[in-house]
């Protein structure tokens, strides 16, 4: 078949497209993907320059240079989801990895290295982000905590945009500590210890240091550090019984944007109040706070399921100790907000939840 003398390719033939309809379509392609460009290039906005929200920095503990732990990979799929402009931050740093024949030797360099690192870690992270005025949070895991311990004590006074400490099994003594006014007014450490399920605490750490690890029994000085019991390995077991510490990266999310009053709209789940226990072996205590319950003061508890890592639920405590769930579901905000434990105009942000 012919068009104006030009043939079409038909399948079974070895006839080719004739060069002016090839011109055509070559036309149209290139006018369709310039039309397509245009339209990307739309819809993605252009987000350079523009300051976070809130920035995570990640500090971790034994074994080397660690280029993505866990903890980061977890706690970056939480910010995915917010409706904030978060940065998940790794500070990988030439840790020491443990030799078991040589543990004590190697315990002490790591020490050290914490100790060297620490200045590093100051000018390279705390000191841009308190010049560019934007929030960020410090976790350290482990000998990493040291780390961060030591660069917020050369950074005493001056740090404006700290917006909270966390330490996950922190393997500082527990009488360790710092002078007060390092921290901003009215900020405290939080550091989540696991007094049943860290092994590497109840028994290396002791044996070295003839003393308890900060990560095991809670640090002493309380003026300065927030003590939270949980249910946590040191290393990952790789089986749901032993659940490590990246497991509390969504409770830690949710716990630094409520601290900075960015509220993450959500729902909760069904929940009828009911007596609960105490839970501590399977439950992890993520935060606390003063709570008005049947017209008496009471504590507020929020708790991380140890076996779901974005599972939680609210339970108070009464004088009497008796504790009640009152509320449950898979966002911290959400329960909270259920309850009535922070008035709405209490957030600095609150976007509404879109379905």
């Known amino acids: 078949m012919t068009y104006g003398g030009d043939f079409l390719s038909v399948p079974g033939t070895t006839r080719r497209w004739a060069p002016r309809f090839r011109l055509v379509v070559g036309l149209i392609s290139c006018v369709s993907l310039l039309g397509c460009a245009h339209l990307i290039q739309e819809e993605v906005p252009d987000t350079a320059g523009v300051r976070p929200d809130l920035v995570f920095v990640y500090v971790h503990g034994f074994g080397g240079v660690k280029a993505n ?90 740090l404006q945009m700290l917006r909270g400490v966390y330490f996950l099994g922190s393997a500082m003594t527990r009488t360790t500590s710092i002078k007060e006014g390092t921290l901003p007014a009215g900020m405290r450490i939080t550091n989540y210890h696991s007094p049943h399920k860290d092994t590497v605490h109840r028994l290396a750490f002791n044996f070295m240091k003839s003393t308890d690890a900060g990560g095991y029994t809670g640090f002493a000085d309380t003026k300065i550090f927030e003590n939270y019991p949980v249910s946590c390995s040191h290393t990952h077991k790789g089986i749901g019984a032993h659940i490590d510490y990246s497991q509390l990266a969504y409770a830690i999310g949710y716990v630094a944007l409520l601290q900075d009053r960015l509220f993450v709209p959500g ?5 009828i109040p009911t007596r609960v226990a105490n839970g501590h072996r399977w439950w992890n205590k993520i935060l606390r706070m003063d709570y008005t319950y049947n017209h008496q003061p009471c504590t507020l508890e929020i708790e991380q399921y140890n076996m779901n890592l974005d599972y939680f639920r609210a339970v108070v405590v009464t004088p009497g100790n008796k504790r009640k769930r009152l509320a449950r579901g898979n966002n911290i905000h959400a329960i909270i907000d259920a309850i009535g434990a922070i008035p709405k105009d209490r957030w600095r942000q609150r976007p509404t939840l879109r379905r």
């Open 267 to 271: 729902s909760t789940s069904y929940n």
């Open 69 to 158: 732990p866990r903890f980061c990979v977890n706690l970056r799929e939480f910010v995915a989801e917010v409706p904030y402009r978060c940065e998940v931050r790794n500070y990988p740093w030439d840790s020491v990895r443990i030799d078991v024949m040589k543990a004590g030797a190697k315990w002490q360099e790591a020490e050290t290295k914490a100790d060297i690192e620490a200045e590093a870690f100051k000018k390279r992270i705390i000191d841009p982000l308190e010049a560019e005025k934007t929030p960020y949070v410090l976790v350290g895991f482990s000998v990493g905590s040291r780390v961060v311990l030591r660069a917020l004590e050369r950074s005493a006074g001056s």
